[in-house]
């Protein structure tokens, strides 16, 4: 058992799973989307404008904006500040196995639309 | 106008719960606001309900007694999570509370009240150094909240750097929830609480507890090291920890592996709303606090402060401050509540045992001396040192004038990571940033505000009504 969890006698509700550039990566109901990527050992999610520098969790409560994610197609949100939730789909510009980018494949078959389900 | 509250309060932290409770039990229409899913601010953050934790208080100290606060709050007060205000304007005899509901899918929504009190709480001071901005450095808070929250480990190696008491906790939490950390490293003395005997008397006891608990588990405590810089390919893998002399130049250095960085220097408090309201900030050991009477009140009428944003002080002061601000509230709009002597003698006990804590912990300018010409001071823009420095040789005298000249400070962040350092860099004391947004609001949310003499119908509600008081 997950050491964290035991700490505090969590006792887990059944999870689901989000797609993170293609790969599953799991979550419990309620966690904030930056600790579910943090989590899987994912560490960051986007690049900066100038240098191309990585970036992902810093401050953690919403202050930095290093956060900044793609969630369905929806860019720039504070990854710290919204829950995963089912059906998420976050795209981090990383090549695919591929080679391709989310974002390409995203544009290539008519993405671009808002996809909660 | 009648407005939709008599008092608003603005944080769901200690300060804010124990404001709103007591003025809403001293009989005034109460409505709190937080940006988060659920009340506790950053001390008392608590593991989302789906890990069903049956003992979330591991990680706190007095999160029962909190909680009790909020399921009383609840039954006597309108409590709003998932609001985050962006700003606060007097329009004519009521101030008006505007916040964005909803995590994503937002809607604009003002609130109204006769009073509002800020309790905004604190976040953590970052220095720079370089490669801190790599992923896997986060900031001590940062790891807390991860922690506390998400009920994730910042990493499996974890190296926590840093000054002042938060580490302690930071370290033994970290510890406790399976982390190997490899060490907590203090770049004051390590005996800032002991050399002091006021605070020695104080905190002694508690200070103690965190040392057994890390010896427990084999992480060592050490004074005047720091970590001066961080090293990886796209992610965190090293850092160099710096033996430190007395004004924070590094000596010898070593390197260690490690997965995570949890570092902090203190923290600067949170006070964007109660700046664009005009109330008078002070200097508290370099950092700007608002300044308050005895009962919380700002100068500015009916604006109360309460807790990390009149200075410093850690989330049991935070609570009797709030305790005050909502008696004084209560009978600034006639209800009959006597000052209680009893209550502000502790607050002033506190305050001055929070002043104590802050001088034995400062931050000296040896820091400085991590840095080198190609070090990112703002994260943001990506503003180098040496541009800082260029800006600096070009005249610019003051924060202001560097943010001009290099755009430090112009990002998403509003320079709230690197407002601090380009203060110490351009030798400005305390510079105080007016943000006119405290939070990120859609542009079109803004356009689609009515200004309050477009429809006297309506002139508060977003495109979406606003519920009534319940």
Known sequence: MNPAHRLVRADPEPGFE????????PVVPGQSLGAVLHAAGIRSWR?????GRPRGLFCGIGVCFDCLVTVNDVPSLRACQIEARPGDRVTTGRPHADGRTAADQASAGGGGERGDS | MTPDYDLAVVGGGPAGVAGALTASLAGLGVVLLDSAARLGGQYFRRPADGFRARRPGALHHGLDRFARQCDRLAAGADVLTGHRVWSIEREGNVLAVRCAQGDREERPRTITARGVLVATGAYDRPLPFPG?????VITAGGAQALLKGDLVVAGSRVVVAGTGPFLLPVAAGLAAAGAHVLGAYEAGGRFGLAAHPFLAAGRAAEALGYGLRLARRRVPYRGRRAVVEAHGDGRLTHVTIARLDRDWRPAGTRTVECDALACGYGFIPRIDLLVQLGCAVRDDHGDPAVV?????????????????TTGVGGALLAEVEGRIAGRAAAADLGRRVPPDPVLSRRRDRMAAFARALRQAYPVRPGWQGWLR??????????VPLSAVREALELGAADARSVKLLTRAGMGWCQGRMCGYTVGCLARDALPVTRRVIAEPVRLGDLAAWPRPDDDPASPHDGPASPEGRS
């Open chain 2, 292 to 308: 308050v009477d005895a009962g919380m009140r700002t100068g500015v009428p009916g604006v109360y402060a309460a807790g990390e």
């Open chain 2, 373 to 382: 010409e190609d070090t990112l001071i703002c994260r943001c823009e990506e």
């Open chain 2, 132 to 136: 801190w901005d790599l992923p896997g």
């Open chain 1, 18 to 25: 989000i797609d993170v550039d293609g790969q599953a990566v």
């Open chain 1, 47 to 51: 690049t900066t404008r100038s240098g």
